[in-house]
């Protein structure tokens, strides 16, 4: 599966934004999917993910009741609303694809990042 995410930009505290990532290929469906980021110095962590079969969701702690995953499966795209961001959003994000059913799959796929930018 490839994927593309686009709609990072520069944003003020308090804004919002919506990132998309597209997968392409077969059985696309079939995926978890994630968003993850990485601010400079610092490791990559996942941010939110959803699942293939029930869609449940989960997020880091430091974005729960601010940041919502989604998908769409008809248009084979999972998406990110950001909302009230804040500087220490700020970070290249990424989407990542891993395979669902059964257990012990890794994240092995990857989209480019793009960049978040939130300034106070």
């Known amino acids: 599966v490839q994927l593309q995410a686009s709609g990072g930009g520069l944003v003020q505290a308090g804004d919002s934004l919506r990132l998309s990532c597209a997968a392409s290929g077969r059985s696309a469906r079939r995926y978890d999917m994630g968003w993850f980021r990485q601010a400079p110095g610092k490791e990559r962590s996942s941010v939110a993910v959803i699942l293939w079969s029930i869609n449940r969701t989960s997020y880091a702690d430091s974005v729960k009741g601010r940041f919502t995953i989604s998908r769409a499966n008809a248009k084979n795209t999972v998406y990110l609303q950001m909302n009230s961001l804040k500087p220490e959003d700020t970070a290249v994000y990424y989407c990542?694809?891993?395979?669902?059913?059964?257990?012990?799959?890794?994240?092995?796929?990857w989209g480019q990042g793009t960049q978040v930018t939130v300034s106070s």
């Open positions: 990542a694809a891993r395979y669902g059913p059964g257990s012990g799959h890794q994240w092995n796929y």
